[in-house]
């Protein structure tokens, strides 16, 4: 895969050598598109054409492609995939007479779903199911075995994955990494079938769960391989409703003779992160091989050391296939789900299609995430690969922007190596128009310096590591504004009145212009007791520590100018929207608009639109308004929910003013103080609906002199 920089940015484009024995030929082009084109996966069919498959983002929206070359020339791409949605990571396979076939998920139906797609006599059938329930299906592998029989294997996961999910939750749909296992299927005799004895019950009791990026291959003597990478938790017997810090996934194999499967074996030394797949071939004697990477992690740490590549030739099993294969028709459960968001189609179309029109400019409401996590954090164990990250910003939470925020401690960001995969990711998913990550990571200094998200729109920058110090307490986060005045970020702290938290001790100004007001994982940091908040009466309603000096509230009092967003963190998805005014939708324009904190937080996709006007010009949340003391001014207020919206309060220097109960999905209205105080003040609006979803504006402060 080649990598070009362009003045609009960076474009992933695929690109191909071929040996002849002697030499290498010329490199070749193979895709010219300005957006990203990944995922390649190569077969030759038995005429001996090459055939590649990748994954290319157009418009917006990514397809699955393919290109064959017969010796002396690249046929041109054809687009395989036929849904508008996304589709993601294809699969190639060939088998001996003559056909190949593609496989891929896609998310056309609102959840993940495998298909398939054969080539034979020169043309395309249309594109079959492989496995289409209402579950998590995808990540699929293929394999042709001697008798050309096509198996398919895919990791499976629970319904709506991705969705509603957090502390707070009453009713929570599938986290992005609650469990995994694997699907398997073989295509024989004109239907889909599946071995008589299931791969996941075939497997010792401590191998069953989290099973993760299946690899099918047939080996010389006929037997179907299953190569899969399982997780090894730090502490065993962790309950998947418990955060679990701290793992190492392994790479195993068993193998299928008809009858039975073998006993698993474990690749030696492939213990990594979740997302690191190995590769298999046949050599010339029949011999299957097998190559994979490391990272070294230890079994007490469970942290990142360095990278290293083995290969090996994998031991056969010592029966060999015999009789007729053991296979069993397969079956399909019936699911019945109760969707959590039944009109989510119809409030992103809202919200999308909203302009605020203030100054002569419009402003377009982009829902964004800053703070979310992987694998890559040493906490990031609950939240899968970062992979999986982007395809849940993409397509169960159909973001417009995401900030993978990885903590940049030990086994972090703060491995160089680390610091530039995370922030590859970032420009391998960056589509134009449609979806824009952020370059950055969490910086993790203790209570009461606090943890800040930092931002960068530029990548390339290292970290800024911890000094003891700091972490301490004895020095403050002067360093860090220095940092982010040399390099152009900014930082924004969240959990504020937890052990991650601050006291309010510094502020830097223009570089950290938001607070997290409310996140997914955790809970509000609004006022101690406020709705969705901790109080001191009831410790357990503080997960993460309770800390009452770091409340925004406290914050403001203090004269500091935060507007605020709302992050999801670990575990929680699909409930916490850092909402970002903007005029122009690029990694500058975002940032921008966080600078200028035209921003608000919600955890739903509720329209809040705030602004003062005064002596004919209008003022955005977030703006600082100078104006004479005897000047008139008027909230004006507009609410769109999602559902019937039960209070809605303004809130002035940290006191309830004004508050009515609409009981209606939207609120117009405008408000005038009647005692407004003189000198500084300011003014937010907060947002409750009847089923406790959640809006919060950025302040408007004005400076009545």
Not at 168 to 183: F, H, P, S
Not at 203 to 217: A, T
Not at 471 to 492: D, F, P, S
Request: net charge neutral; glycine share 8%; hydrophobic share 35%.
């Amino acid at each position: 895969m080649g990598r070009l920089v362009r003045a609009s940015g960076v474009e992933l484009d695929l690109y191909a050598r071929r040996f002849d024995g002697r030499r290498w030929s010329a490199v070749e082009r193979l895709t010219d598109d300005p957006q990203p084109d990944i995922y390649h996966n190569l077969a030759t069919d038995s005429a001996g054409n090459l055939w590649v498959v990748w994954q290319g983002f157009r418009r917006g929206k990514s397809d699955i492609f393919a290109r064959r070359y017969d010796g002396t020339s690249w046929s041109p791409a054809e687009r395989v995939s036929t849904s508008p949605a996304n589709d993601w990571e294809p699969a190639v396979a060939a088998d001996r007479a003559g056909r190949v076939y593609v496989a891929w998920d896609t998310y056309d139906k609102g959840n993940y779903d495998v298909l398939l797609r054969m080539y034979a006599g020169g043309k395309w059938e249309a594109p079959t199911p492989i496995a289409d329930s209402q579950k998590f299906e995808a990540h699929v592998s293929l394999g042709c075995d001697p008798q050309n029989r096509l198996w398919a294997a895919w990791n499976e996961s629970g319904t709506q994955w991705g969705k509603d999910g957090g502390f707070l939750m009453k009713r929570e749909a599938t986290r992005l990494y609650q469990w995994r296992a694997v699907g398997l299927a073989v295509y024989d005799r004109g239907g889909w079938q599946e071995p008589a004895t299931g791969f996941t019950e075939s497997l010792p009791l401590e191998l069953r769960e989290y099973n993760d990026f299946p690899i099918v291959r047939a080996d010389a003597a006929g037997r179907l391989w299953v190569f899969f990478r399982h997780r090894t938790a730090r502490i065993a017997d962790v309950h998947n409703n418990t955060p679990l810090h701290r793992a190492a996934w392994e790479i195993f194999g068993t193998a299928y003779d008809g009858a039975r499967w073998s006993t698993p074996i474990a690749l030696p030394s492939s213990q990594g992160r979740t997302d690191v797949r190995g590769g298999l071939a046949l050599d010339s004697r029949g011999n299957l091989w097998a190559a994979w990477p490391t990272d070294n992690r230890d079994f007490e740490e469970f942290l990142f050391q360095h990278g290293d590549v083995y290969a090996a030739r994998v031991p056969a099993p010592a029966a060999s296939p015999a009789g007729p294969w053991n296979l069993r028709p397969r079956a399909k459960a019936e699911l019945t789900v109760f969707p959590v968001h039944p009109k989510e189609t119809e409030d992103l179309a809202r919200i999308r299609d909203y302009a605020i029109q203030s100054g002569g400019r419009a402003f377009r409401i982009y829902r964004g995430d800053v703070h979310r996590h992987t694998e890559f954090s040493m906490d990031g164990n609950n939240d899968g690969s970062v992979q999986q990250c982007y395809r849940y910003a993409l397509d169960a939470a159909s973001l417009d922007f995401l900030m993978v925020s990885d903590h940049n401690g030990a086994g972090g960001p703060d491995v160089e190596y680390i610091n530039w995969l995370m922030q590859q990711m970032a420009d391998v998913f960056t589509a134009a128009g449609t979806f824009t990550p952020l370059y950055g990571y969490e910086r993790s200094v203790n209570y009461p310096n606090g943890h800040r998200n930092v931002i960068f729109t530029r990548r390339g920058n290292p970290t800024l590591p911890i000094p003891p110090a700091e972490q301490k307490a004895v020095a403050g986060a002067g360093q860090l504004y220095e940092y982010l005045k040399r390099l152009g970020g900014i930082a924004i702290s969240h959990t504020s009145a937890s052990n991650m938290g601050t006291d309010w001790r510094d502020n830097g100004a223009d570089l950290e212009p938001l607070v997290e007001i409310y996140q997914g994982d955790r809970v509000s940091a609004e006022y101690e007791g406020a709705p969705k908040a901790a109080h001191a009466g009831n410790l357990s309603s503080a997960p993460g520590g309770f800390r009452p000096a770091g409340y925004v509230w406290n914050a403001w009092a203090k004269g500091y100018k935060l507007g605020v967003q709302a992050s999801s963190d670990h575990l929680s998805t699909h409930m916490s929207y850092a909402c970002t005014l903007a005029t122009d939708f690029t990694r500058d324009g975002l940032v921008d608009a966080m600078r200028r904190r035209h921003s608000y937080g919600a955890t739903d996709n509720i329209i809040l639109d705030y602004r003062i006007e005064s002596g004919g010009q209008q003022y955005l949340q977030g703006d600082i308004v100078p104006l004479p003391a005897s000047a008139d001014f008027r909230l004006q207020v507009r609410v769109i929910g999602t559902a019937p919206i039960r209070q809605l309060d303004i809130i002035r220097s940290n006191s309830f003013i004004h508050t009515r109960q609409p009981l209606q999905r939207e609120v117009s209205f405008t408000f005038a103080d009647q005692a407004p105080l003189q000198g500084e003040s300011y003014y937010y609006v907060r947002v409750i609906q009847v089923d406790d979803q959640m809006a919060w504006s950025s302040p408007i402060w004005l400076q009545r002199k």
